[in-house]
Structure formats: C-alpha cells, structure tokens
C-alpha cells in the first residue's frame, strides 16, 4: 500500500510538488527577489484559438486520469469509492451550501495572506488567467477549476486520508501529511501560498475526518479558483491592484 501511495503522488501532486519546490528554489536564486517575480496559471498552449481549446481540453482530461486511478484503487472488492469518500450526490444541497461556507470562510482569509505575502515580499505575482480572449474562455477557466477541485480534493483528502488510515496512521499525522502536500505544490508561488494552503488543508482534511465527505470540499475549490480565475479576467486592474496582483 505504500507503493501504491507513492505511484499515484508521483503520477499526479506529488510530481507538482517536486517541481514546486525547484521552482521555488530557481526562483529564489534568479537574482530579483520573489515580489518582482511571477506565476502565470492558465497560459495559452497557442495563437490559434481553436488550436488552444485543444489542447486546453486535452490538458483538462489527462490531469484528471490519476483521479480515475486513486477512485479505481480505492474501489477494490467491489466497494464504492465515490459513496466510500462522499464524491456523490446524496446531499445535494447541503454540500453546495457547507462548500460555499467553506470557500468564504478560507478564501476571505486567504486574500488577506495573499496580499500580506505580497508586501512583504515573500509571494510571486499570481497571474491566475493568462488564456487569449475567446467565446470559450471563461468555460475553460471554470473546467479548469472544476478540474483542480477534483484532482486536490479526491488524491489529498479523499485517497491519501483513507490510505494513511489503513495503515494506521494517527490522525495528527495523517492531517499534517495532507496538509504539507497541498501546501507543498503551491512554493512556486511563494511562502505566502504554502502558508495559506496549509492551513487550508488542515481545515479540509480534519472536516473530511469528521464527515467522510469530499464533495463539499470540492464545491468549495473550485468556488475560490473560479473567483480566482475568472475575477481574474474580468475585473479591472484597479481592483486587482488592491490585493497586490499584477
């Protein structure tokens, strides 16, 4: 079980988190400090626009693959994973509503770290959206959130707790471990991010442990990376300028 927890981290967040923390060191070592550095999400892949949505569609699906993994893994002997970690549609509208509550309550915060980071230095300048303008923009940027949401949630709440659990891990333990990896594979933007997705992570792996659901954490990710990501695109540079982006 340990190989396998460590094929599939390697497959999906664990490789990010490698390549976070090379980058965060090239960063670090680039010569201009990391305020006057930045982190461009949702870059065009190419000029030709439906050449982009392409490979946008192509990148979406393939990241997802490890998910399929980690839910097939976790479905041996005929369980459910999707009913086993609460990825169903059982409680519709109490996970849309604890989601939301969530996303508030983390991302409101999470604003104020972010621009803290910002003046302090120690955070990049996040550029959440960088696709070229098209009829299909902002429903790649919500897939894209969509597909972050599923990929974090599932692989570091719903399938590295379970895992963590069989082999009888103690719970402060599990939690940290699950909490240092989210936070881990977001250094290439910074101290501030880490901090901020630790935290983040404690919060969700603790309300995974007492609820045994992930929908609600995924409601709540992908509300906060479409704010992020389509907020991003659509609001003025003055009001981006508020919280130190761009």
């Known amino acids: 079980m340990t190989a396998e927890i460590w094929i599939v981290l390697g497959l999906s967040l664990g490789k990010s988190a490698v390549y976070a923390v090379v980058s965060l060191v090239a960063k670090l070592t680039a010569g201009p400090p990391l305020a006057q550095q930045t982190a461009t999400l949702n870059a065009s892949q190419s000029p030709r626009p439906y050449l982009d949505l392409t490979y946008q569609l192509l990148s979406i699906v393939f990241v997802l693959v490890p998910v399929a993994l980690a839910l097939y893994l976790l479905s041996a002997n005929g369980r459910s994973a999707t009913r086993r970690i609460g990825l169903d549609g059982r409680r519709p509208l109490r996970d849309l509503g604890i989601g939301m509550a969530l996303a508030a309550v983390i991302g409101i915060p999470g604003l104020g770290l972010y621009a803290a980071g910002r003046a ?9 959206a960088a696709l070229n303008a098209a009829w299909w923009t902002v429903p790649v940027l919500i897939l894209a959130a969509l597909q972050n949401a599923l990929l974090e949630e599932v692989i570091v709440v719903g399938y590295l707790v379970e895992r963590l659990r069989e082999l009888r891990w103690g719970t402060p333990a599990i939690i940290a471990a699950s909490a240092l990896l989210r936070g881990s594979y977001h250094l290439y ?25 992930v929908m609600p954490l995924v409601v709540a990710h992908t509300a906060l990376d479409v704010a992020a990501f389509v907020g991003y695109t659509l609001l003025p540079d003055s009001w981006l300028a508020v919280v130190g982006v761009g």
């Open 189 to 213: 933007q910074g101290w501030g991010p880490f901090v901020g997705n630790v935290v983040m992570g404690v919060a969700f792996a603790e309300y995974y442990r007492r609820r045994r659901r």
């Open 120 to 128: 302090l230095g120690v955070t990049v300048d996040v550029q959440a």
